[in-house]
């Protein structure tokens, strides 16, 4: 589970025509790849990369939604190329074909940075390595992270498990703030702590969906720390300490927003106000999970559309507004 399977709208690009809707629906027998390379001979690159964000509905469209049309462009390929090897891990049963199609990744991304991309999302990718400053280890550390659930079930630590949200999460976030932009260097650290953050609330939220795919995110040493067992949380059993211990997997997740928010510089914010809208979702996402009384293990808590929306709004009403302040105290 990556931070990346969260982006897309719920609508295929309007930029289809209806007669090729069809189009949009290969062959289901076909793999991941295969299905790809399908849609690649009825599509462009770039509308390729926005119907693969348009499969399952997320967050990532309303902070996205305020960005110039380069920068859109730009962040919804890099977020394809998340959602297809974040698919090869989730779709894919045996480790060792997993393992042999992230290679396959490995290997197209040192064809993209060749200038020979092969697949539509690194076709997409290709134009905008000359406009941003987007390192090649990046991409492969994203699969990197994508390896480490063919090698772990269950985290063992906190140090486990904080490189697997810095190479999902925090990298991501590292390569978004290029497309961004900024100016000054502490927005990369404030990019790693709200991307561990987000991942974070992610892993809370999907907490007994992961574990009935026999996968467990949270730390095996909080597991022990409040004597809880896997099987509670595949059961959905509904207990003090399993509020205990999502409260405290919660104090942490909240302890990054903190420094996320703390971190970034005045000078960056308003570049910044995609992350900053996602964090003020996530965040009220995680507020409404710990109202619920973590009741993650009964039901999956989501927010609406509407409130998604609206928190984007603000938020960008609120950035807009602080940008112009500082605009004039500095022409002042």
């Not at 928010?261 to 996402?285: K, T, W």
């Amino acid at each position: 589970m990556c931070l990346c399977s969260e982006f897309s709208t719920r609508n295929i690009t309007p930029s289809l025509r209806q007669s090729e809707a069809h189009t949009l629906h290969p062959p289901p027998a076909l793999s991941t790849l295969a299905r790809s390379f399908y849609l690649a001979k009825h599509v462009t690159p770039e509308e390729y990369c926005q119907n693969k964000a348009a499969q399952s509905g997320s967050s990532f469209y309303y902070s996205f939604r305020f960005l110039p049309k380069p920068q859109r462009e730009a962040i919804i390929a890099l977020y394809a190329y998340c959602r297809e090897v974040d698919d090869v891990v989730d779709e894919c049963k045996d480790i060792e074909v997993a393992q042999k199609k992230l290679d396959w990744w490995r290997g197209e991304v040192e064809q993209l940075f060749s200038g020979k991309p092969t697949h539509p999302v690194t076709k997409a990718i290709e134009p905008h390595l000359a406009n941003f400053n987007l390192p090649k280890e990046y991409f492969l550390e994203i699969l990197d992270g994508m390896a480490m659930d063919l090698e772990y079930d269950v985290y063992p630590t906190i140090k486990e498990l904080s490189l697997y949200c810095y190479r999902v999460a925090s990298v991501v976030g590292m390569l978004s703030i290029e497309i961004f932009g900024y100016k000054d260097r502490q927005t990369q650290k404030y990019a790693y702590e709200l991307g561990m953050a987000l991942q974070l609330t992610n892993i809370i939220r999907d907490v007994r969906e992961d574990a009935m795919r026999g996968r467990v995110y949270l730390p095996q040493e909080d597991l022990k720390r409040f004597n809880v067992d896997m099987d509670e949380l595949v059961q959905g059993t509904h207990s003090q300490k399993i509020v205990d211990l999502l409260k405290f997997e919660s104090e942490r997740a909240r302890q990054h927003y903190k420094n996320a928010f703390e971190l970034i510089p005045d000078v960056d914010r308003y570049s910044q106000r995609s992350g900053l809208i996602m964090g003020e979702i996530y965040l009220a996402l995680l507020n409404e999970i710990e109202a619920d009384g973590f009741k993650v293990l009964q039901h999956r808590v989501k927010l609406t559309p509407l409130r998604k929306l609206w928190l984007a709004w603000t938020a960008a009403r609120r950035e807009k507004l602080r940008f112009k302040k500082l605009q004039r105290r500095k022409a002042a």
